[in-house]
């Protein structure tokens, strides 16, 4: 056993209304230039929809991740390395302009400048990366207007697998022992009726037109598959925090990494002829504060925490042969920081004490490992993925409500859930790979703590009644409670348990920038002489009081601060 520590991100998608504020302060923060203009690396995507960019889980075209060879191994869908190295100068599988969208704005200036007539000018659209007049016909977020909509149902790859594959996967397996001739035949006549019942409801769904929001970055997964592909070594998984970030020095723009991302969240620099991707706000994360599109999320519904794992099994996960087993291998690859043995190997192979408290404190560890109701996105692309979601349980309240039966009611949910407006198949087809089991295990745990709290709340007089709930998912009253304060109303420090190992080395380092007597304009210093400059006194640098910038520490008191003196 070899351990390791991530920060990962869990997103409860029963909190997110589709604000798309999360989104447009990572934008302002990390892809507000030149050549990225159409990049986004947090997008909330709209579901039922295509997603940014369209179909990109569509690996039939794309081949992006991982997939099994013949003999059982791991393998790029791109193509092994001696064939990706055979074609390194044509031109990769990666996805254009129009599958993004080409970036806009508007020609605010022919609003004034318009001569004066009949007729009121307009702001007409003009492409950012050409300048010309364009008409808009796609963006990132496109799907808002089209999501549920039974016309475009079908460009949605995971609606089209449900509807015409999704019992098949279930159906093999229950199919495997059954022999040729008519056993064969029955077996593959229960497989179509199956796939009919769920074509069926997916398609029933779609017509009261569900939707729920999903917001997507960079995974940071354990097997990333960006790196594997990369010809330069440019790309590397940090070995201090999990963290896949790109040495632009030695990226060549090669762009297989654009190809190798299964997520499509690896983004080529057309200006400077770079790969570019989510950071996940390494510098905010070296001194405790979460990431920009956490700090800014609106519904509160991101969580950030360490996990530690076992690096010499993630090879071993990833490879497992039938998809449906992928996310249990994965929560086998996570180790229990309570666990005397994992804290006495973690300080072994040189955790830092703090990561090792902080992942005993980790809500991420929490909602993965000890409630699982966070589940992983397409574990069968293999790469480990290590940003994961709640699955959205609301619309199912809001059915019940509608058809006169008490929404919150425990036994009117469990009975409910294979009822949900959001098919239980759809969102299997996003999380488990096809597996409606673990989902149905994590909405039935959302479930439970509805009808336990609701009881709580309304003053319940028979505890016993109040544990029905808790006793039907197999959880305790207290744990029930314990995660409803995770999820409901946990405190920013109990949201973002980030440890920082070099908090003394970074206030240095912040001390080291402010303004000190060594300056070169300082009292006898090679650059004296302030205003004075060549051509007269305003010529020269004006000696304005000096004012030092805001440094993370104060950033991160003034943020968590409940003096409102101090914010």
Not at 188 to 217: G, H, N
Not at 555 to 563: I, K, M
């Amino acid at each position: 056993m070899r351990v390791m520590a991530q920060v990962a991100m869990v997103m409860n998608l029963d909190k997110c209304i589709g604000c798309h504020t999360c989104s447009v302060t990572c934008k302002q923060t990390w892809t507000n230039r030149r050549g990225m203009e159409y990049a986004w690396f947090n997008n909330v995507e709209t579901r039922p929809g295509q997603g940014y960019p369209r179909r990109w889980q569509d690996q039939d075209r794309w081949r992006g991740g991982w997939r099994l060879n013949r003999r059982g191994r791991l393998t790029l869908r791109a193509g092994s390395r001696v064939a990706r190295l055979a074609n390194i100068f044509a031109s990769p599988v990666l996805p254009g302009i129009k599958d993004y969208y080409e970036p806009w704005t508007y020609d605010y200036a022919n609003l004034v400048n318009a001569p004066l007539g009949e007729d009121y000018p307009v702001a007409e659209p003009r492409s950012l990366l050409t300048g010309k007049p364009m008409k808009i016909e796609w963006s990132a977020n496109w799907d808002d207007d089209l999501g549920g909509s039974v016309e475009h149902a079908d460009a949605d790859p995971v609606a089209a697998g449900a509807r015409s594959g999704a019992g098949a996967g279930a159906g093999a397996g229950a199919g495997a022992g059954v022999g040729v001739g008519a056993g064969a035949d029955a077996g593959q006549d229960a497989r179509d009726q199956q796939a009919a019942r769920v074509a069926e409801k997916v398609r029933t769904s779609f017509e009261e037109t569900f939707m729920f929001y999903l917001p997507r970055i960079c995974e940071h997964c354990l097997n990333p598959a960006c790196v594997a592909s990369c010809p330069s070594g440019a790309l590397y998984k940090r070995e201090e925090d999990g963290i896949v970030l790109v040495d632009q020095d030695h990226c060549r723009g090669w762009r297989q990494c654009v190809t190798g991302c299964p997520y499509k969240k690896m983004y080529f620099n057309h200006r400077t002829g770079k790969a570019e991707k989510c950071t996940f706000c390494y510098p905010r994360i070296e001194v405790g504060l979460p990431t920009v599109c956490s700090e800014t999320c609106v519904g509160r519904l991101r969580y950030l925490g360490v996990v530690l794992y076992d690096a010499d099994a993630v090879t071993a996960a990833a490879s497992m042969p039938a998809e449906h087993d992928l996310y249990r291998a994965q929560l086998g690859v996570f180790l229990d920081p309570e666990d005397p043995e994992v804290r006495r190997a973690a300080e072994r192979d040189g955790i830092a004490y703090d990561w090792i408290e902080a992942a005993r404190r980790s809500p991420v560890h929490a909602l993965i490992s000890r409630y699982r109701v966070a589940l992983p996105l397409h574990p069968e692309y293999r790469t480990l993925p290590m940003v994961w979601y709640i699955p959205p349980l609301s619309p199912v309240v809001e059915a019940l409500t509608g058809t006169g039966f008490d929404g919150e009611d425990a036994g009117n949910l469990f009975g409910a859930i294979d009822a949900l407006r959001i098919p239980v198949e759809y969102l299997a087809g996003l999380f488990t790979a096809g597996d409606p089991a673990p989902v149905r295990a994590s909405l039935e745990k959302l479930a439970a703590m509805r009808a336990h709290m609701r009881a709580i709340n309304l003053g319940d007089a028979e505890a016993g009644s109040r544990s029905d709930a808790a006793d039907a998912v197999g959880m305790s009253g207290p744990q029930i409670e314990e995660m409803y304060r995770l999820l409901a109303i946990a405190k920013y420090e109990e949201r973002y348990v980030i440890p920082t190992a070099a908090m003394g080395d970074a206030r240095r380092l912040e001390e080291s920038a402010l303004p000190a007597e060594c300056s070169l304009d300082g009292e006898g210093g090679p650059g004296m002489g302030g205003g004075l400059g060549p051509f007269g006194e305003d010529s020269g640098r004006r000696q304005l009081p000096l004012v030092s910038l805001e440094s993370f520490h104060a950033l991160r008191r003034r943020q968590t601060s409940d003096d409102e003196g101090e914010r």
